[in-house]
C-alpha cells in the first residue's frame, strides 16, 4: 500500500463519522440516545419526525458504528454503541458554543427565558443538597430515570409534576435538571413550580455533566 493510499483509505473512515453528524436531526437522535435507548417510535415522538424517516437516520448511524440496537419481544431499541460518543458529543457542543456566539444568545433567551429563570451549577448547591438543604427532583421522562439518576434525585416527569406536588416540601429550594443545558423540562418545571410559590432553580447539567465531572460512576 502506497503512502496516499493509507491516508486516503484512513481519512475515509474518518470522514464517516463526521458525515453521520452532518445532520441536525442524527445529532438529535445521538443527543436523546445518551439519556437511555430508545424505541423508533419513541424517536419519532421525541423528534417529531416520521417513524420512516427517523428508521433512515438510524440506518445512517448505524452503518457509522455510532449506535446499535437491540430486540425485546416486539420491540427494537437502539442505544449508543459506545459511551466515548457522549464525550463527542460534548466537546463539539463546547466546540460550537466557542466559535458561534448565538449559540450562548439563544439559550438564554430560549431555555434561560431571558435570565428570568433562576439557573444554577452543580458545585454550587451541591452542598445544600447533601445536607438536605435542597431537594433534587429530575423531570426527564420515568424511563430515563430508571436507566441512570443523579443520586438522591427524585423522579417528577414533566408530564405530571403537578400531580406530584404535594410531596414537595416549600420550604426547601427545589433544584430541576433534565438533559442538560439544552433541554427545557427543567425550565418548564422551575415556572410551574415557581408559579405556585416555590423557591425553584433550574440546574445546568444534566446526568452525562455530572458524570463526567465525576461526581457519580
Not at 69 to 84: A, I, M, T
Not at 118 to 127: K, N, P, Q, S
Not at 156 to 168: A, D, K, R, V
Request: charged fraction near 30%.
Amino acid at each position: 500500500m502506497e503512502p496516499r493510499d493509507f491516508k486516503d483509505l484512513v481519512y475515509g473512515q474518518f470522514s464517516r463519522i463526521s458525515k453521520a453528524l452532518s445532520s441536525p436531526r442524527r445529532f438529535e437522535l445521538l443527543d436523546y440516545l445518551s439519556q437511555c435507548p430508545k424505541t423508533v417510535e419513541n424517536l419519532s415522538k421525541e423528534t417529531k419526525m416520521s417513524v420512516a424517516n427517523t428508521s433512515k437516520h438510524l440506518q445512517a448511524l448505524l452503518e457509522a458504528k455510532l449506535v446499535k440496537y437491540s430486540k425485546d419481544k416486539n420491540y427494537v431499541y437502539y442505544s449508543l454503541s459506545d459511551d466515548k460518543i457522549v464525550e463527542v458529543l460534548y466537546s463539539i457542543k463546547n466546540l460550537a458554543e466557542m466559535q458561534f456566539t448565538d449559540i450562548t444568545h439563544w439559550k438564554k433567551v430560549y431555555i434561560g427565558r431571558g435570565e428570568t429563570i433562576r439557573t444554577v451549577r452543580l458545585t454550587e448547591v451541591l452542598d445544600e443538597i447533601n445536607d438536605g438543604e435542597a431537594v433534587l427532583i429530575d423531570v426527564r421522562p420515568e424511563n430515563e430515570y430508571e436507566n441512570e439518576h443523579i443520586s438522591g434525585a427524585i423522579s417528577m416527569p414533566i408530564q405530571n409534576l403537578e400531580g406530584h406536588l404535594s410531596s414537595l416540601p416549600k420550604d426547601k429550594k427545589i433544584i430541576a435538571y433534565c438533559r442538560g443545558p439544552y433541554c427545557l423540562f427543567a425550565t418548564q418545571a422551575v415556572e410551574t413550580l415557581n408559579s405556585l410559590g416555590y423557591e425553584a432553580y433550574r440546574m445546568e447539567e444534566g446526568v452525562n455533566e455530572w458524570k463526567k465531572a465525576e461526581y457519580i460512576h
